[in-house]
Nanobody
Framework: QVHLVESGGDSVQAGGSLRLSCVAS????????MAWFRQAPGKEREWVAN????????GYADSVKGRFTISQDNAKNTLSLQMNSLKPEDTAMYYC???????????????????WGQGTQVTVSS
């Protein structure tokens, strides 16, 4: 059973930066697709970014491309999301997710992930 714990959420002003972290434990395999999703009040949970723990190949939603960077430190079992140039529309609960996979291609839907963290809140004010 993979256990995920997020941290790093905070309240910032537009244009600011935050770094989210997700520490994983309980891995039973060496290759996972790790992802960040977010959910704003009244909206569906949406995919933000993902990364293959073997190839380190990242993928980003168009809404965050060029502003967010996902990274994975396998030695520390830690997934990170560096968020720059934050906008009020980035305000949401951010979730870390994982699934055993041979890559992250097409893994954009939340129902494809079977391990989830509890979430960390990011609030961006204008």
């Amino acid at each position: 059973q993979v256990h995920l714990v997020e941290s790093g959420g905070d309240s910032v002003q537009a244009g600011g930066s935050l770094r989210l972290s997700c520490v994983a434990s309980g891995y039973t395999d060496t290759r996972y697709c790790m992802a960040w999703f977010r959910q704003a009040p009244g909206k569906e949970r949406e995919w933000v970014a993902n990364i293959d723990t073997l190839s380190y190949s990242p993928g980003y939603a168009d809404s965050v491309k060029g502003r967010f960077t996902i990274s994975q430190d396998n030695a520390k079992n830690t997934l990170s999301l560096q968020m720059n140039s934050l906008k009020p529309e980035d305000t949401a609960m951010y979730y870390c997710a994982a699934v055993r996979a041979t890559g992250c291609w097409s893994l954009f839907r939340q129902d494809l992930y079977n391990y989830w963290g509890q979430g960390t809140q990011v609030t961006v004010s204008s």
